[in-house]
T-cell receptor, first 109, second 116 residues
Framework: QQQVKQSPQSLIVQKGGISIINCAYE??????FPWYQQFPGKGPALLIA?????SEKKEGRFTISFNKSAKQFSLHIMDSQPGDSATYFC????????FGAGTTVTVRA | NAGVTQTPKFQVLKTGQSMTLQCAQD?????MSWYRQDPGMGLRLIHY???????DQGEVPNGYNVSRSTTEDFPLRLLSAAPSQTSVYFC???????????????FGNGTRLTVT
């Protein structure tokens, strides 16, 4: 079974809106939580990552929120742009990376 | 730098055929891995290697073999292809412990395999 549960499977947002993707995990040994972005026909690429001793990390329009007690973390895409249309994967690592199922984000102009 | 290079980009096999998916990286990374990507399943780890001569199984290893004779190359072999192996395969590498904060995973652009 998947060690990282990701939702929603897909979402559509208007340009300028906020996209929110949620992930949950059970393994308390996970100590690294990255998000990967994948465009069609390409491999995933690291977008942003967080360690469990930090509750929030922001890079430009992308923010990870992390709730250690709830074992949940989320990606917020602020001011969403058509170029953000992609599939996003959350992941968690102890000594191997386990990925969520992915969320396809479509930003409508 | 080319990064992680995968060949071929596309492949069609008949059930029972064998083939090798090639992966090469030019970043001198110690860790290399193979994932398969299926709709609704995310990326699942097939096999990985922490250095030349060392390989180990991931979560879905059945039907696949790997070897790591050099730091640069990590081929994935399908011994007897089955329709269930229809998927997109990604090779990835990282410098240190996989998934550590200072050692992100770098992916190739994938091989799309269809088994009929």
């Amino acid at each position: 079974q998947q060690q990282v549960k990701q939702s929603p499977q897909s979402l559509i947002v208007q340009k300028g809106g906020i996209s929110i993707i949620n992930c949950a995990y059970e393994n308390t040994a996970f100590d690294y939580f990255p998000w990967y972005q994948q465009f069609p026909g390409k491999g995933p690429a690291l977008l942003i990552a967080i360690r469990p001793d930090v509750s929030e990390k922001k890079e430009g329009r992308f923010t990870i929120s992390f709730n250690k007690s709830a074992k949940q973390f989320s990606l917020h895409i602020m001011d969403s742009q058509p170029g953000d249309s992609a599939t996003y994967f959350c992941a968690a690592s102890d000594y191997k990376l386990s990925f969520g199922a992915g969320t396809t984000v479509t930003v409508r102009a | 730098n080319a990064g992680v290079t995968q060949t071929p980009k596309f492949q069609v096999l008949k059930t029972g055929q064998s083939m090798t998916l090639q992966c090469a990286q030019d970043m001198n990374h110690e860790y290399m891995s193979w994932y398969r990507q299926d709709p609704g399943m995310g990326l699942r780890l097939i096999h990985y290697s922490v250095g030349a001569g060392i390989t180990d199984q991931g979560e879905v290893p059945n039907g696949y073999n790997v070897s790591r004779s050099t730091t640069e190359d990590f081929p994935l072999r399908l011994l007897s292809a089955a329709p269930s192996q229809t998927s997109v395969y990604f090779c990835a590498s990282s410098q240190g412990r996989v998934g550590s904060y200072n050692s992100p995973l770098h992916f190739g652009n994938g091989t799309r395999l269809t088994v009929t």
